[in-house]
T-cell receptor, first 111, second 116 residues
Framework: SQKIEQNSEALNIQEGKTATLTCNYT??????LQWYRQDPGRGPVFLLL?????KEKRKERLKVTFDTTLKQSLFHITASQPADSATYLC??????????FGQGTELSVKP | GAVVSQHPSWVICKSGTSVKIECRSLDFQATTMFWYRQFPKQSLMLMAT?????????EQGVEKDKFLINHASLTLSTLTVTSAHPEDSSFYIC????????????FGPGTRLTVL
């Protein structure tokens, strides 16, 4: 079965530093990977999508990479702010649109 | 941007009763809607996929007779938890895909169900 694994340990960093979150997948490469932000008691909010044939995607302070050799995606937040504190979810998607989510990594940015 | 709403945002019910949760796409037509369940500190688990006008496709292990899904229009899908039990208490989240938005899914704010 297809799995998505994220570091379940919370990530604590200092404001202004770069946060790097890891997402590993098993078996074949998904058509695309998506990253979401989820705040407590709320639904996920879409951040970025990166396709299998893309190495890197950027959006403002966010950067996502897709390494099909390592079967891994990295999610970076540069110049992190306390407002970036949330749980970040990685999801693999297939052409049918179904998403399989990782368990999420909780990020805490300290001022 | 595309907005998805859910109603109610939270509900408390007695064991054995049925609860209906609505998911609406407010400013776009949702060709496909998805229903997820999330337990505390766990990931979202896909329950079923529904396309407008056709029967929902349920994931393995999800009882279709217990979780009734209706996708009657391009803007509305409903999930009914029948004969709810305490173990059904969870956070239920819907998402929608629409024409012109590619693979992006827009998520609703979720519904917290507590079964006493």
């Amino acid at each position: 079965s297809q799995k998505i694994e994220q570091n379940s340990e919370a990530l604590n960093i200092q404001e202004g530093k770069t946060a790097t979150l890891t997402c590993n997948y098993t078996n074949y490469s998904p058509a695309y990977l998506q990253w979401y932000r989820q705040d407590p008691g709320r639904g996920p909010v879409f951040l970025l999508l990166i396709r299998e044939n893309e190495k890197e995607k950027r959006k403002e302070r966010l950067k996502v990479t897709f390494d099909t050799t390592l079967k891994q995606s990295l999610f970076h937040i540069t110049a992190s702010q306390p407002a970036d504190s949330a749980t970040y979810l990685c999801a693999r998607g297939d052409q049918g649109g179904k998403l399989i989510f990782g368990q999420g990594t909780e990020l805490s940015v300290k001022p | 941007g595309a907005v998805v709403s859910q109603h109610p945002s939270w509900v408390i019910c007695k064991s054995g009763t049925s609860v209906k949760i609505e998911c609406r796409s407010l400013d776009f037509q949702a060709t496909t809607m998805f229903w997820y369940r999330q337990f505390p500190k766990q990931s979202l688990m896909l329950m079923a996929t529904s396309n407008e006008g056709s029967k929902a496709t349920y994931e393995q292990g999800v009882e279709k007779d217990k979780f009734l899904i209706n996708h009657a229009s391009l803007t509305l899908s409903t999930l009914t938890v029948t004969s709810a039990h305490p173990e059904d208490s969870s956070f239920y989240i819907c998402s929608a895909r629409g024409l012109g938005y590619g693979n992006e899914q827009f998520f609703g704010p979720g519904t917290r169900l507590t079964v006493l």
